[in-house]
């Protein structure tokens, strides 16, 4: 079926930069608001970003405002997370997400990436 290729994580010291990659390569979802959870080792899984595939409105959790950006390119039906200043606490797997609505409950996800890792050292 459809599916949410995901890249960019790695490992990378505390301060540095990561940029995660999200892309719908069946097309199917440009109407659909898209973004990212992660899940911490022992932590629930939380909401980090959202972003409206046409592109007026984006909404990030408060612990990642003002380090990550979300961004889309419509031209690849691609969804960015670029995140800078990284700490250790944003150590986690990060797992694309297509939503069904406008939320922030990973119930309202129809579809998951398989998650990429991210790891920062401190």
């Known amino acids: 079926q459809v599916q949410l290729v995901e890249s960019g994580g790695g490992l990378v010291q505390a301060g540095g930069s990561l940029r995660l990659s999200c892309a719908d390569s069946?097309?199917?979802?440009?109407?659909?608001?898209m973004g990212w959870f992660r899940q911490a080792a022992g932590k629930e899984r939380e909401f980090v970003v959202r972003i409206r595939w046409t592109g007026d409105g984006t909404y990030y959790a408060d612990s990642v405002k003002g380090r990550f950006t979300i961004s889309r390119d419509n031209d690849t039906n691609t969804v960015f997370l670029q995140m800078n200043s990284l700490k250790p606490e944003d150590t986690a797997v990060y797992y694309c997400a297509v939503f069904r609505l406008i939320s922030t409950n990973d119930r309202d996800v129809l579809y998951w990436g398989k998650g990429s890792l991210v790891t920062v050292s401190s």
């Open positions: 069946g097309r199917t979802f440009s109407r659909k608001y």
